[in-house]
């Protein structure tokens, strides 16, 4: 097997601090590591720095080729954004006063109903991928509209710019209050068809299609059947918003008494797969829990976006104890930031505020919320096999953090060690702090363009 090692060329050969988490440990750091990319953007060894002279033997690169990390930088991996709504980036920020079915008539409709125009959907898409990117998301799941060729964009931009994305074409066959802003059953069953294969026929090594129904109140039970069935045979992802405010799931409960909650609406029409996320959960039941957990379906905490809109709390240490697999996301614009930095620092208000409602409640960690934004996020989209964290056969999808960078929001009063440093960023960095982005090897910030 040695042999086989030394004939794979390697691209870029890395010196330095790594940090990551791992299922067993939420940070874990190595100093002095060596890490290796090949050509093909996968990590091909890790080692350490005082292997150097047998590694560059075995591996066949020099010495000399290697970059070295500065001081106080470190290589974490690339953020997972479980939960992002591209055409709503376009009003990020803004429209925060009102409860989720007001905000979704008032401004979401309106707007998302804007992008059959492609050139409004190309200004709005690229400037999203490039901000997020900018922002250290190497891997977004997004909400498009309903409209197939603008969605086909995103993806397009997405594989252009660099960015692993999964994509959601939107359904929904049941909207009052935007007359155009919907489908009929037969229209949204066949462009969703349409937008899956011309997505599949692209061949994009990075961007791939996920099966979208809005939530249960924008789909009828038969579109939501029929979706189902269409994820089932084609083994594809899939993603919706489930019990995210109280009235909602006060409708839902009325619109289908015959299912015992929420998540058995979805569970009986065949959209709780373990290549199921699902947004929010802020109010689900410990039954509901277990049937995430037993289908492994995972669930994207979004807490900007529920203080934002009023929306409840998750409990994400309920979640962690039930074992079902947890991302975390930024939900734009329900959430006005973008980055998932914000993600990180409003999960921890979150669970803070649980503390201060009840002091038995076991506030999450900063290193838990660390390993939720990256190999968390994996998990919940089933592409833990592929990133999340930094192991040999996985894609190099990862940041190259300056915590001292001149210009930057940071001061250093003294050396720190490697965890304080990951701290000290993710608490008070921003995208200045985020010197490079690699996703899957490739340089993607700063831009060559
Ligand atoms: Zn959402």
């Not at 710019?161 to 066949?190: F, P, W």
């Not at 096999?385 to 190259?400: M, P, S, T, W, Y």
């Not at 960095?429 to 490079?436: A, K, L």
Request: hydrophobic share 40%; charged share 25%; glycine share 6%.
């Amino acid at each position: 097997m040695a042999d086989a090692h030394r004939t794979t060329p390697i691209k870029r050969v890395f010196r330095g601090t790594l940090i990551h988490a791992t299922p067993e440990e939420a940070v874990q750091v190595r100093e002095d590591a060596l890490l290796g990319v090949g050509p093909d953007g996968k990590i091909t060894f890790i080692g350490e720095g005082k292997e150097l002279n047998r590694l560059s033997l075995e591996f066949s690169f020099s010495p000399t080729a290697v970059t070295q990390l500065e001081k106080h930088e470190f290589f974490m991996p690339g953020m997972v954004d479980t939960h992002i709504h591209a055409p709503q980036y376009s009003y990020a920020g803004t429209a925060l006063d009102l409860p989720l079915l007001d905000w979704l008539n008032k401004y979401t409709f309106p707007v998302e109903s804007r992008f059959k125009d492609l050139s409004f959907a190309q200004d709005v898409y690229t400037r999203v991928v490039r901000r997020t990117l900018r922002n250290g998301t190497t891997t977004a799941c997004y909400f498009a509209t309903i409209h197939t060729d603008s969605s086909l964009l995103l993806g397009h931009i997405a594989d252009n710019l660099g960015q692993r994305a999964l994509v959601g074409k939107v359904c929904m066959d049941m909207n009052n209050s935007v007359k155009h802003y919907k489908e009929t059953i037969q229209e949204s069953l066949e462009e969703t068809r349409r937008f899956i294969t011309k997505l599949l026929e692209k061949k994009y090594a990075l961007v791939k299609p996920v099966v979208t129904p809005r939530f249960v109140l924008s789909c009828s039970g038969a579109l939501l059947g029929q979706l189902g069935q269409l994820a089932k045979n084609n083994n594809l992802h899939i993603q919706s918003h489930i019990s995210e405010n109280a009235e909602e799931v006060k409708i839902v409960k009325e619109l289908f008494p015959d299912s015992a909650s929420y998540t058995d609406v979805y569970h009986k029409h065949n959209l709780l797969t373990n290549k199921t996320v699902m947004a929010h959960g802020c109010h689900l039941s410990d039954e509901e829990l277990a049937l995430f957990r037993d289908t492994g379906a995972s669930l994207s905490h979004c807490p900007n976006s529920n203080l934002s809109l009023c929306s409840g709390f998750l409990n994400v240490r309920k979640v962690l104890n039930h074992k079902v697999k947890l991302g975390l996301g930024t939900d734009v614009a329900g959430g006005y930031s973008a980055s998932m930095l914000d993600a990180v620092r409003r999960a921890l208000d979150t669970s803070k505020i649980l503390t201060i409602q009840d002091p038995e409640h076991e506030t999450l960690t900063f290193e838990e919320a660390f390993r939720l934004a990256t190999l968390g996020g994996s998990q919940a989209l089933s592409l833990d096999d592929q990133i999340g964290n930094f192991e040999v056969g996985k894609d190099f999808d990862a940041l190259r953090v300056n915590v001292a960078v001149p210009g930057g929001p940071i001061d250093l009063i003294q050396h720190e060690q490697p965890k304080i440093l990951l701290e000290k960023f993710l608490n008070l960095g921003d995208d200045r702090n985020i010197v490079e982005v690699y996703v899957a090897g490739r340089e993607v910030i700063p831009s060559k363009e």
